[in-house]
């Protein structure tokens, strides 16, 4: 996502479609920031309600992808923390 850093996390604690998220990298752009984020479901496909929401917001945005993880990956999470 493209847009200044503070508006985005804000936009984003405040939908009611998403769990957690964090922040994986960040690229200056001017006033903005691509920020590579980690976005968790509060239930289910958020992938576009994410982009109405980027939309919205006049931000850019360059990729979502939907990534499951397996019930081993799971358990090894659950395990590890």
Same mark, same amino acid.
């Given at each position: /996502?493209?847009?200044?850093?503070?508006?985005?996390?804000?936009? $984003? #604690?405040?939908?009611?479609?998403? @769990?957690?998220?964090?922040? /994986? #990298?960040? &690229?200056?752009?001017?006033?903005?920031?691509?920020?590579?984020?980690? /976005?968790? %479901?509060? @239930? @289910?496909?958020? #992938?576009?309600? $994410?982009?109405? $929401?980027?939309?919205?917001?006049?931000? %850019?945005?360059?990729?979502?992808?939907? &990534?499951?993880? %397996? $019930?081993?990956?799971?358990?090894? #999470?659950?395990?590890? %923390?």
């Amino acid at each position: /996502i493209n847009g200044p850093e503070e508006e985005v996390f804000q936009a $984003l #604690r405040e939908a009611g479609f998403v @769990g957690e998220f964090r922040k /994986i #990298r960040e &690229e200056p752009q001017g006033d903005a920031v691509w920020l590579t984020l980690e /976005i968790k %479901s509060a @239930g @289910g496909d958020i #992938r576009e309600k $994410l982009f109405r $929401l980027v939309v919205e917001k006049n931000w %850019s945005l360059r990729e979502l992808k939907l &990534e499951k993880m %397996s $019930l081993e990956e799971v358990f090894a #999470r659950l395990t590890t %923390s």
